[in-house]
């Protein structure tokens, strides 16, 4: 039996993401050696089975990464995945995760998914879904790309022409519409929830951005959440299948708290750094006990 930890070779090209580190050395402390691998270190062959590179069935991966492709061979052959090929996958579409939420009645912002386009037909939804996005959420409209990360493809929609604009740019691409939450503008909290437990909290502020993720400038900092946002928090894992989650959540008008993504391989750097817990210790405790009961 061997453990992986699979990363994005793509993303990382020069060397090991901090989590993947973390996750290394937790593993270290407790005698067990952890594999890093990048996904582009391996391959699946499919002739008269399944044959992925360097692993087999008696092995188990930390999969902080979003080849889901691979997570599902991994799994096929009997690798155990986590977290594993179908949460990751709900997770990695947030009109998936928002309509998997939904059906749970978990609070949210309101949310629009655009229609299914195709490339040299109609690079763009139509103008009715657009003028409808218009009045149901009015604007500023908050714009997401359905695969994304680190808020990198999450867009302010303030007007009419530049909602057409934007949704122009994304040809083939899914994506939502969703209501702006001005009572959170610049800022959320992020819930690391691991085995069922809230393990640790941050509130991330930007001054120059509506979007708060630190990998945009935001700030983070400790933060100690109610107990509802700790129960919604885990609830939400709970419902996509999750062993460990960062779970981001936006402050309403009233101060009810809406689920914004949640996210099966967050980074662990600065909500770490900033609270003092050992989210990697965790993860890996969690995993190990797991694989004990195999």
């Not at 937790?26 to 391996?42: C, D, E, F, R, W």
């Not at 103008?127 to 990198?152: D, N, T």
Request: glycine share 10%; hydrophobic share 40%; net charge negative.
């Amino acid at each position: 039996m061997a453990g992986y930890v699979i990363y994005n070779g793509f993303w990382n090209p020069d060397g090991l993401p901090d989590t993947v580190r973390r996750l290394v050395d937790a593993a270290g402390l407790l005698g067990i050696k952890l594999v890093p691998m990048a996904n582009t270190q391996t391959s699946d062959m499919f002739d008269d089975g399944i044959n992925i590179s360097g692993f087999d069935a008696s092995d188990f991966a930390l999969f902080f990464d979003k080849d889901i492709r691979l997570a599902r061979a991994l799994e096929t052959i009997g690798v155990r995945v986590y977290n594993p090929a179908d949460a990751i996958a709900v997770c990695d579409d947030k009109a998936a995760t928002h309509l998997k939420l939904a059906a749970e009645g978990i609070p949210m912002p309101k949310t629009l998914v655009a229609p299914m386009t195709y490339i040299k037909m109609d690079k763009k939804p139509s103008g009715l879904f657009l003028k409808y996005a218009e009045q149901q959420l009015g604007f500023p409209m908050v714009v997401k790309e359905c695969y994304g990360s680190l808020g990198g493809q999450v867009y302010l929609a303030r007007s009419p022409a530049e909602l057409y604009e934007i949704s122009g740019r994304m040809e083939a691409r899914p994506f939502i519409c969703q209501q702006y939450i001005s009572s959170s503008a610049g800022s959320d909290i992020r819930i690391y929830v691991v085995d069922g437990k809230p393990v640790a909290a941050m509130r991330r502020h930007s001054s120059t951005d509506f979007r708060a993720n630190v990998g945009n400038g935001g700030a983070p900092g400790p933060y100690t959440p109610t107990d509802e946002e700790n129960a919604l928090a885990v609830r939400c894992c709970d419902i996509l299948g999750t062993l460990f989650a960062g779970v981001d959540i936006l402050t309403g008008e009233s101060g009810e708290p809406l689920i914004c993504e949640i996210n099966s391989n967050a980074q662990m750097k600065a909500i770490s750094e900033c609270t003092g817990v050992d989210i990697a210790g965790l993860v890996i405790d969690s995993v190990l006990a797991r694989e004990g009961q195999r």
